[in-house]
Each structure stands twice: as C-alpha cells, then as structure tokens.
C-alpha cells in the first residue's frame, strides 16, 4: 500500500514562493526514488524535479534550475520542492511520484499522488 498527502499548493503573484511537501508512505517506496511532476491545462505531463536515493543526484527541468530546490527526508519519504521567483508558466496541477531511477519522462514513475494546484497569476 502506497500513500502520497501533497500539501503547500495555492496561489501566488508572479515572482511569488510556495513550498510543495509530499509525505509518502509504504515499505516499497525504501526501493525508490521520488520526485515532482506538473501538467498544465491543456499541455502533456512533464518532470519537473527528481531526486536519488543519497540525495546527491538530482534533475531538474532546464526552465525551473535555478529558481525551484528539492530535498529528501529519507525517513519519512518525504520530498520538499522550495519554489521561488514563481512565473505564470509554472501554473499547473503538481504531483508527487516514485520511479525506480531518476527520470525526466512521466511513463517511468510507478506510484502517484493525487495532484495539488499551484497557480501563478496577478
């Protein structure tokens, strides 16, 4: 049994801060990696951030680097995403999600959570 709670979503202006936090529970998940995806309306799902198993390895989407950070609590499986200098492109539905290794493609993440909105707007 996998369980994601996401919290930390809402809405910001533009150049705005939201923290995303993911508590993740289930044994298996001591076997994964997790990470944060996005989609937008209209608009295919995309990794936005993932990171390893010794938190030393991570990706991040070329448009997000520098502005977003993501950190592991190995204990709790639990993952944070600090987002700052928010834009109205980063508006989408977020979401928590285990893989295997760190990937940038949605297909290789195996467990989801639920989704939470983030919305960037003046």
């Known amino acids: 049994q996998v369980q994601f709670v996401e919290s930390g979503g809402g809405t910001v202006q533009p150049g705005g801060s939201l923290t995303l936090s993911c508590k993740a529970s289930?044994?298996?998940?001591?076997?994964?990696?997790l990470g944060w995806l996005r989609q937008a309306a209209g608009k295919e799902r995309e990794g936005v951030s993932c990171i390893d198993s010794e938190g030393g390895a991570t990706y991040y989407k070329d448009s997000v680097r520098g502005r977003f950070s993501i950190f592991r609590d190995y204990g709790h499986h639990s993952i944070y995403l600090q987002m700052d200098s928010l834009k109205p492109d980063d508006t989408g539905v977020y979401y928590c999600?285990?893989?295997?290794?760190?990937?940038?493609?949605?297909?290789?993440?195996?467990?989801w959570g639920p989704g939470i909105q983030v919305t960037v707007s003046s």
């Open positions: 999600a285990a893989t295997k290794v760190c990937s940038t493609s949605p297909s290789d993440y195996d467990y």
């Open positions: 289930g044994s298996i998940l001591d076997y994964y990696e």
